[in-house]
DNA sequence: CTTGACCTTCCCCCAAGGGGCAAGGTTTAA
DNA sequence: TTAAACCTTGCCCCTTGGGGGAAGGTCAAG
């Protein structure tokens, strides 16, 4: 019978691994299953079909985060479409900026391979590759390059001490 | 007389944080710099350049460990020009196989997204949105009772990450 | 009885740092 | 001189989505 499938055989149909589908249950996205009498996990045929809405998400590029919120919603009796909709509207936005940082990076990396043609007769001082090429690379990083690099802690007093 | 730089003013610098510098301290990237009396690292101008260079190989896209190895190699003796050079056209390839991938899976949101408009008069299930949408995932039939499943499901993982 | 496949929990690992903490050093204004 | 403000040190945990593996329990077949 169908009814109990061990968590390997799950994994199997849902196409994931055992230790996702346990990862999975840590974080919330499944629900713990009953266990048999030997601790086995034992699970219904609607773990599959969660597991695969969980995989089609994701697939969609959703975080697991954001899974477990729609799977809350809809658990709360209210289907998560609105949500949903406006996830998926914000994951297009995102992934539109995603591309274009891509190619940009391919254009330097081209523009790098490029220059190394034209430089490998003359011998750079070290690598054109990196070292040459147009002035400043804005690498959308971390620090905001302020003023302050760091100045946090204005208003609580330090550590008493 | 820049000659001796504590770790805050090398970061400002260079655009980075202190925390960055002292974890590429930590992973290799930076050597260990002298220390003063009073155990504060003292940087020289020369980790200015070091710290410019990675950060400059970095918007290129290589990894730290990358980074480290071509560093590596220029210590060496020997100009990493050709290395760079691989790994470069490696980077490129990558960069080509994950644009191919967001494109698709940008593809997928906004069909997604043109389906709810059709669907949303009609009143879906759940959700059109994820539960939608072509078929996919034929599950293997019926589990073997007998055969081990213990097979590399090491294919794709999720969407396009 | 003994493999061997499977299951359990537990802990550590990846990239590239960020956040926070306690303790202590330095600098500056009152 | 002293207190505030800021800087540095090391340390530990957090992030994503699990992978790898150890140590031990369980179940079927040979």
Redesign the pocket.
């Known amino acids: 019978m169908t009814g109990g499938l ?4 799950l994994a199997l149909r849902a196409g ?5 589908i ?2 999975y249950e840590r974080t919330g996205i499944l629900p713990p299953p009953r266990r048999a ?5 034992v699970y219904g045929d609607e773990a599959v079909d969660r597991l695969r809405f969980v995989r089609r998400a ?1 697939g969609l590029g959703l ?3 954001e899974i477990r919120d729609i799977i809350a919603i809809r658990q709360g009796g209210r289907p998560p479409c609105a949500h949903v909709h406006e996830l998926l509207r914000a994951k297009a936005a995102e992934l539109d900026r995603k591309l274009a940082d891509l190619l940009i990076l391919r254009k330097r990396i081209r523009q790098s391979l490029a220059a190394w043609k034209r430089t490998r007769t003359t011998g750079a001082a070290v690598c054109p590759h990196i070292e040459g090429g147009p002035k400043r690379v804005s690498t959308a ?3 905001g390059r302020g003023r ?7 208003g609580a ?3 008493a ?1």
Request: hydrophobic share 30%; proline share 9%; no cysteine.
């Open positions: 061990k968590i390997g055989e994931v691994t055992p230790k996702a346990r990862f009498a030997n601790r086995y996990r994701a975080t697991l985060a990083g971390t620090a302050p690099l760091k100045s946090k802690r204005g007093p330090l550590g001490r």
